[in-house]
Every structure is written in C-alpha cells, then in structure tokens.
C-alpha cells in the first residue's frame, strides 16, 4: 500500500485503527510493516497498540484530545479536571485528558498528549452525553456534575469542604441541583451524598457573592 492509499483510506478519520486497512485481500504482516516504517518516518503517530493518527500535514482534521481518549481505552468517558475544564467549572486547564473507566487504570504519553485512565466501579459508569467537539468529531463525556462526583468518589477525603474550596469551583449555577443529587445516590456512597450537599451550598453562596457584587 501506498501512502498516498492510506490518507485517502483514513480521510477525515481524527484517528484510525490496524483493522481498518485489513480489509479486502491485503497481506496482514506487510499492512504491519507499513505501519512501522511509516512511524519511524513521522508520517503516522503511533497512539497505542493498533492505534494511529495521521502527523501533519497528511492529517485532514486536528484529532479533540477528548476523542482521543475515547479511543484510547473504548467504553471510557472522559471525565474529572478534564470534563472540569472544559464546562468552566474549575479556572485551570489540564495537561492530561483524565477519564474513568470499569476497565484497569492505564496512562500514555502520546505525540497528540497525555492520557490518564482511573478506574471506577461498573455501576458508576453512567451520567455522560455526547459532546459535539467540531469538524463532525464528538466524544463521550461525563454531565458536568458527574464529573465533580466522580472527582469526589477517586480523591481521599473528596467530600470535605476544604478540598472543594481548593478546587475553587467557579460557574456553578451550571449544576442541576437534581442531577447532582440523582447522581450521587447512583453512588450509593454516603461520601459522595455528602459532597453533594456541600457542592449545592457552595452553589449557593456563589449566588449570594453574585447579587452582592
């Protein structure tokens, strides 16, 4: 296969997998080798295992670092300080694209960034949407006040007020006080319940703050 075959294969594609140029009668191994060689040239990234990205300038969309992490770890949502960020709930961006998964935790470092994996139990994977990213990507990501619960849920001591000050959450009139209380009984953790009544009071102080001035 030639180079020029394989940016036509990929198209608009942010990233692509090994199986998608197996297809049809192609010598699997020598598809492999390509990969490699191709690698070793700069012209492709090499993500993971089976997982690559066209380098620029051969890449005809600049791969969402959330859609990425979709890809990363498949059934994985994007999630905590990233899923944060993103709705302005927290004032500082974060270099590594975080989300959870009810798979084992994993972290790469990768020519598009870093990617972090935290495990969460089976049951709490739930309180997510799709998020329209642009240039027809979009990517699974955690409810705004999921991803604060699920901050709370994986950090030691997450429900106490000192740790929510620090996270000087900002913008919280975007929280549905009923999403976020539906979301911390999905827990079924007292810790969390707890976050939750604290993060609606914060909520409304900030309100008070607010109409203060």
Do not use: C
């Amino acid at each position: 296969m030639e180079f020029k075959r394989l940016v036509e294969i990929v198209d608009h594609e942010p990233v692509f997998e090994t199986g998608l140029l197996l297809a049809g009668k192609v010598d699997p191994d020598q598809v492999r080798r390509q990969l490699t060689r191709w690698t070793s040239a700069g012209k492709i990234y090499q993500l993971r295992r089976g997982l690559y990205a066209l380098a620029p300038p051969f890449q005809k969309v600049s791969p969402h670092t959330f859609v990425v992490a979709n890809r990363m770890v498949p059934g994985s949502v994007v999630s905590l300080q990233s899923a944060l960020a993103h709705y302005g709930l927290i004032p500082e961006s974060v270099p590594t694209t975080v989300s959870v998964t009810s798979d084992r935790p994993r972290r790469w470092n990768t020519p598009l960034g870093s990617f972090a994996f935290r495990h969460i139990r089976t049951g709490s994977i739930s309180g997510y949407h799709y998020l329209d990213l642009g240039s027809d990507m979009r990517a699974e990501v955690a409810l705004p006040e999921k991803a604060l619960l699920d901050l709370v849920y994986l950090t030691p001591g997450g429900d106490a007020e000192e740790y929510l000050r620090s996270l000087r959450l900002q913008n919280l009139g975007l929280l549905d006080s009923e999403v976020l209380l539906h979301q911390a009984r999905n827990f079924g953790k007292p810790k969390v319940s707890r976050a939750a009544d604290r993060i609606i009071s914060l909520a409304a102080e900030e309100r008070v703050e607010f109409r203060t001035g």
